[in-house]
C-alpha cells in the first residue's frame, strides 16, 4: 500500500522525553525531573489565571500585548520587540524556522538542551556538537566549528542539564568572534536564578546587536510551567521574521494575564531564588560528603544538580533507588550522560529525603 513518506530528517529526530511523574509501578512520588518551581506558583499569578474563566469563547490577543509591555517595562526594552511562544520552546524552533534550512548547521555544546537538535533536525539542518569542558561550555569550541554554513548557534546560560555558568566576557567574547550572519542564541531559561545584580550580558547584546535573539521563560522561577508562557527579545528584524511562521494565537489569555502577574510578584521570585540558593548549596555540600564514593556534583548556578556517578554506585542503581524511595529524578542516557541524574532543588523535605537516601544506596553500593 502507498502511504506518505515523512522527510528523512524528521525520521532522524529522537523524540524529546520529558521528565516522568510517576513510578515504573504507576506510583505517584516526589517529582524532580523536570527543574519546577519548589515553591509552587505565586498567588497573584494564580489569582489572574483564575480570572480567565470568563469568555472562553474568545480569542486571545494575538500580539500578546500585554505580555510584550510588561516584560519590556520590567527589562527596558521595546516592547515591539518582545517575541512571545507557547513557553520558550516555541521561539526556539521559531529560530530554527526562519534562519536555518537544509544543509545548514546548527552549533550547540555537548551536554547542552536537547530542544537544539531536534529544532534543527526539524527544519533539515545538521546539528553540530561543540565539545564541553569538563561538562561547562568552551567558548573556544563553540568557535571552532562554524563554518560558512553555521547559521545559529544555541546556547543555554545557565545550562540545561549540567547547570554550569558561562561568564558575561565569555558571552561577549563568543559574540564578537561569530561572524555577524550567525544568530547567537542566548536561552535564560534559568537566569532568574542566578544572583541578584548578576547577568551574562544577553539582553544588552540582543538590544544593541543584528544578531542576538535572548529567549525567556516562565515556566522555571515563575512556576508557571503548565501555562506555556515564554518569550524573547532580538532586533526588530529578527523578531518579524519570527511573527511570520508564528502560530496566530500561540499564547492563551489564562497564559498572558498569569505571566504578567507572576512578573509583578517579585517577592515571590525573590523567595524562590533564595530557597534554591540555600538547598542548592546544602544538597551539593551533603553530596561531597559522602567522601570517596565517586559520587560529584558538577557546580550548579540553576534550579537543579547534576550529579555525576563515576563509583561503585551507577546512575542507574541511583535512578532506580530514588525511585524505590519515593523521588524521580531524571536519568539522561539519551544524552550521553548515562552516568549521570539531574536532580531538581525541591523543598526542605525532599532535599533531606533525597539526600538520606543517596547516602544509603552509596553505603549499600560499598
Ligand atoms: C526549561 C527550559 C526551557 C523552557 O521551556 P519552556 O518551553 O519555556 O517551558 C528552555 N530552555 C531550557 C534550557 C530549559 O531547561
Do not use: C
Not at 568557535?143 to 546560560?157: K, Q
Request: no cysteine; net charge neutral; aromatic share 8%.
Amino acid at each position: 500500500m502507498l502511504a506518505p513518506a515523512p522527510k528523512p530528517w524528521i525520521m532522524e529526530i529522537a523524540p524529546y522525553v520529558p521528565g516522568r511523574a510517576t513510578t515504573d509501578d504507576g506510583r505517584r512520588v516526589v517529582k524532580l525531573s523536570s527543574n519546577e518551581n519548589a515553591l509552587g506558583t505565586s498567588e497573584a499569578a494564580r489569582a489572574a489565571f483564575a480570572s480567565a474563566a470568563d469568555n472562553l469563547e474568545r480569542y486571545p490577543d494575538a500580539s500578546g500585548t500585554m505580555v510584550r509591555e510588561a516584560t519590556a517595562a520590567k527589562y527596558g526594552l521595546d516592547p515591539a520587540r518582545v517575541i512571545y511562544g507557547n513557553g520558550s520552546d516555541e521561539i526556539l524552533h521559531l529560530a530554527a524556522g526562519a534562519f536555518a534550512g537544509p544543509g545548514d548547521e546548527v552549533i550547540f555544546v555537548r551536554y547542552g538542551f536537547s530542544v537544539y537538535e531536534i529544532a534543527a533536525r526539524r527544519v533539515g539542518a545538521v546539528p553540530v556538537v561543540a565539545p564541553d569542558k569538563d561538562y561547562a561550555t568552551d567558548v573556544d569550541a563553540i568557535l571552532g566549528h562554524v563554518t560558512e554554513r553555521t547559521r545559529i548557534v544555541y546556547l543555554a546560560n545557565p545550562n540545561n542539564p549540567t547547570g554550569t555558568y558561562t561568564p558575561r566576557a565569555e558571552i561577549a567574547r563568543l559574540h564578537a568572534n561569530l561572524p555577524g550572519t550567525v544568530l547567537l542564541v542566548l536561552d535564560h531559561a534559568y537566569a532568574e536564578y542566578l544572583d541578584i545584580g548578576e547577568d551574562d550580558g544577553g539582553l544588552e547584546l540582543a538590544k544593541a546587536a543584528a544578531n542576538v535573539l535572548v529567549t525567556r521563560t516562565f515556566s522555571k522561577i515563575h512556576g508557571l510551567a503548565a501555562e506555556r508562557i515564554g518569550w524573547g527579545y532580538a532586533s526588530a528584524a529578527i523578531v518579524e521574521a519570527l511573527h511570520r511562521i508564528r502560530l496566530p494565537f500561540n499564547i492563551t489569555i489564562a497564559g498572558q494575564r498569569a505571566a504578567v502577574a507572576a512578573l509583578g510578584d517579585s517577592a515571590f521570585v525573590d523567595r524562590s531564588r533564595a530557597h534554591n540558593a540555600k538547598w542548592r548549596t546544602w544538597l551539593a555540600e551533603q553530596i561531597a560528603s559522602l567522601g570517596n564514593t565517586g559520587i560529584r556534583a558538577i557546580p550548579s548556578r540553576a534550579n537543579f544538580l547534576l550529579v555525576l556517578f563515576e563509583g561503585r554506585l551507577t546512575a542507574e542503581a541511583a535512578y532506580k533507588g530514588l525511585m524505590e524511595a519515593g523521588y524521580i529524578t531524571r536519568w539522561l542516557p539519551g544524552q550521553q550522560l548515562g552516568h549521570g541524574l539531574r536532580i531538581t532543588i525541591g523543598t526542605e523535605a525532599d532535599m533531606r529525603g533525597v539526600a538520606e537516601a543517596l547516602r544509603r544506596l552509596a553505603g549499600q553500593a560499598g
